[in-house]
């Protein structure tokens, strides 16, 4: 996985700081690294455990290009005008960037969203936002879901005082839908389903939740990676995600296949350039609609947001998941993650050097 670490030095753009989604990405009229990009690659630098080593210079500059990002509402939006129309996109620059901003040691310029009177209209009270979580369509699981678990973003900026009730609106309402012979939510096939139900995995996560019926989520999980091919990076990534947060004892031989199971799903998405794309396809040209593939609907899909060129080169949005599989194997098979191997790649020498 070296290779990661040279094809994401490559992703570096030194004029702003940021990093872009993809090599083609310039050829896209994408002119500055958008927000998601540039926090993925941090998340691959701290993984690897390589942020303490960033020069001040380096981190100054990083700090700057997401306070660029704020806009005067509280909100970090890139230049695309149809991303401010995502509401998901909306939610996840937010979290991406305060997150960022808190690794990086740097603060928003302006107000948060709480405080600039600027949080969605269903958030006015209980009985709206319960409204609007009934109101969101789980025909794919992943999208649907996906809409769900990023209120939590706005519920974290309401007072203590108001945030249980907001919270007992949305777990009752996840309750009563589950299955309970799968323990999944929504609609879609499995690793849809699956998807869906990572992603409200976080939200139970975020406020500190139990996952209800684990014990089938576990099942509906280890079958599908197993058994199943997934065309899609976040697929399996997803998967992992919940069999290494549920803690679950996984005995042998049962963690030998699902480790195999893995290694081969990685391999299928593994790009000659050294990073990885989401599909096996190639890369995804506007992530943000890549939860609904081809041969799927969703009647609430925004406009697409273009980052890349599609091509079958790796992508930021993939490659931070596939790092983080590789960390996450180590953990289901308890053993210690050789961070020594990554430190010998020269990251910092090499964006310096495209700086000459």
Not at 102 to 131: D, F, I, Q, V, W
Not at 213 to 236: H, R
Not at 270 to 292: M, T, Y
């Amino acid at each position: 996985m070296e290779s990661v670490i040279y094809w994401l030095a490559q992703r570096y753009d030194s004029s702003s700081g940021g990093f872009f989604y993809a090599q083609s990405s310039e050829h896209v009229n994408v002119k500055i690294p958008d927000i998601e990009s540039t926090a993925q690659a941090l998340n691959i630098l701290e993984r690897y455990d390589l942020l303490s080593g960033m020069p001040d210079d380096v981190r100054q500059q990083l700090i700057g290009f997401f306070q660029m990002k704020q806009q005067d509402t509280g909100y970090f939006l890139d230049d695309n005008p149809m991303m401010a129309e995502d509401d998901v996109m909306v939610a996840r620059a937010l979290s991406y960037s305060l997150g960022a901003l808190k690794k990086l040691g740097g603060k928003p310029l302006h107000r948060l969203p709480n405080t600039a009177g600027a949080l969605p209209s269903y958030m006015k009270t209980p009985e709206a936002y319960g409204e609007w979580l009934r109101s969101v369509s789980l025909s794919n699981s992943w999208r649907g879901c996906d809409r769900l678990c990023v209120s939590g973003v706005y519920i974290k900026q309401l007072t203590e005082e108001k945030r249980p009730m907001y919270l007992h609106e949305a777990f009752s309402y996840f309750a009563s839908i589950q299955d309970p012979v799968t323990g999944l939510w929504g609609q879609g096939n499995d690793y849809v389903k699956i998807s869906g139900t990572f992603k409200l995995f976080t939200f139970y996560q975020q406020f500190q939740r139990q996952l209800p019926n684990e014990g089938a989520i576990y099942q509906s999980v280890m079958k599908t990676l197993t058994e199943k091919p997934a065309k899609d990076m976040c697929y399996v990534r997803n998967s992992v995600n919940l069999l290494a947060a549920m803690e679950r004892e996984i005995e042998l031989p049962d963690v030998t296949i699902v480790l195999e199971a893995i290694g081969l799903q990685l391999k299928r998405l593994k790009q000659k350039d050294g990073g990885f794309s989401r599909e096996i396809s190639g890369s995804l040209p506007a992530p943000n609609v890549g939860q609904v593939k081809k041969e799927e609907k969703y009647s609430e899909l925004p406009q697409p947001v273009i980052l890349g060129a599609g091509l079958m080169e790796g992508d930021m949005n993939a490659t931070t998941q596939a790092v983080l599989i590789h960390r996450l194997c180590y953990q289901l098979a308890k053993r210690p993650f050789p961070f020594a191997k990554m430190a010998g790649v020269p990251f910092y020498s090499l964006i310096k050097s495209k700086e000459a």
